[in-house]
């Protein structure tokens, strides 16, 4: 069974850093695209960056494109998601998902974990 557990969130003051955790567990997740997505109140839940297990290679949204980046740690399963120069607009919940299919869509990913809230205070 997939778990994904996140943690690192919390309340942070503009232009303040917070790093996110994704652990992993449940399979083995080398062949999988982990996938980092946001949903603020009253929006739709959207894409904010993915990082494919395997190669490595790491795709973002345009709007966190060089604050955020995702890296990962295979000895831990575990995945990050380094949040820089945040911004009130960054505040929502953000979650961790994980498919072979993934991508950019939300609906590409089956896994999901609970969440996790980011408040950045202006």
């Known amino acids: 069974q997939v778990q994904l557990v996140e943690s690192g969130g919390g309340l942070v003051q503009a232009g303040g850093s917070l790093r996110l955790s994704c652990a992993a567990s449940g399979r083995t997740f080398s062949t999988y695209s982990m996938g980092w997505f946001r949903q603020a109140p009253g929006k739709e839940r959207e894409f904010v960056g993915r990082?494919?297990?395997?190669?490595?290679?790491?795709y973002y949204a345009d709007s966190v494109k060089g604050r955020f980046t995702i890296s990962r740690d295979n000895a831990k399963n575990t995945v990050y998601l380094q949040m820089n120069s945040l911004k009130p607009e960054d505040t929502a919940v953000y979650y961790c998902a994980a498919d072979i299919r993934g991508g950019n869509i939300r609906s590409q990913y089956d896994y999901w974990g609970q969440g996790t809230q980011v408040t950045v205070s202006s």
């Open positions: 990082i494919i297990w395997s190669s490595g290679n790491r």
